[in-house]
């Protein structure tokens, strides 16, 4: 293959039946580093040196898209009582079970940790019924990413009876990177009576690569 212009002939490459690639023109930086062609379909060296085939990108690409769910989710099988400390955000207690997975993020107790290389914007949500107690207490539910609560995501609800069930939802736009996690938290804002979330569910949409500006 040959780039030539008027009578300058600019820069040459050629590819050996071995894939090997010469320049003809070492003085060239954009073609002086490659050095062959790769058909691996997995893209796995992370090499500069190697330019990959149609077909190669075309099985990296059939096999990181439409194979995911579009969200990952958890819901609490096993309701706890939250231990509260007035004004202090604490992680809900109980027993998460993942119900939708995604290669990129591992479910561990009321806790996603994405494991992408790449940073990513998430949509997540998280809905709730919640028990308190005593009566007449007000409390309050956010999203924490690496243990600090995200402030948009934060919602208050207030149990009049010890016998009420309370609900509530909330939603969540953070950018995360490698293991940074996200989970639910509770806080009562009257006093140090303790809460149950009776039910609960969390999870965000599937993750957008890249972004621009500052989020939490």
Do not use: Q
Not at 14 to 29: F, P
Not at 130 to 141: I, L, Q, R, S
């Amino acid at each position: 293959m040959s780039t030539a212009g008027n009578s300058e002939r600019r820069s040459a490459i050629y590819v050996s039946n071995e894939g090997n690639i010469t320049n003809a023109n070492a003085s060239d930086a954009k073609l002086s580093t490659i050095s062959g062609v790769s058909t691996d379909g997995t893209l796995g060296t992370n090499s500069d040196a190697l330019l990959p085939t149609e077909k190669a990108i075309k099985t990296y690409v059939d096999g990181h898209t439409g194979s995911a769910p579009a969200i990952v989710e958890c819901y609490f099988s096993t309701p706890a009582a939250t231990v509260l400390t007035l004004n202090t955000w604490t992680k809900a207690a109980g027993t998460s079970t993942e119900a939708a997975a995604h290669p990129d993020f591992t479910h561990s107790n009321n806790r996603f940790t994405y494991t992408g290389a790449n940073n990513i914007i998430i949509h997540g949500f998280a809905s709730f019924s919640v028990t308190a107690a005593t009566n007449n207490k007000v409390f309050e539910f956010g999203v924490a990413k690496n243990g600090t609560i995200v402030t948009p995501s934060i919602m208050r609800r207030k149990i009049s009876t010890g016998a009420d069930v309370g609900t509530g939802a909330l939603h969540f736009v953070i950018t995360m990177a490698t293991n940074d996690y996200f989970e639910f938290f509770i806080r009562n804002i009257t006093d140090s009576t303790n809460a149950t979330l009776e039910l609960m569910n969390l999870g965000c949409m599937a993750p957008t690569p890249a972004y621009v500006g500052t989020i939490p």
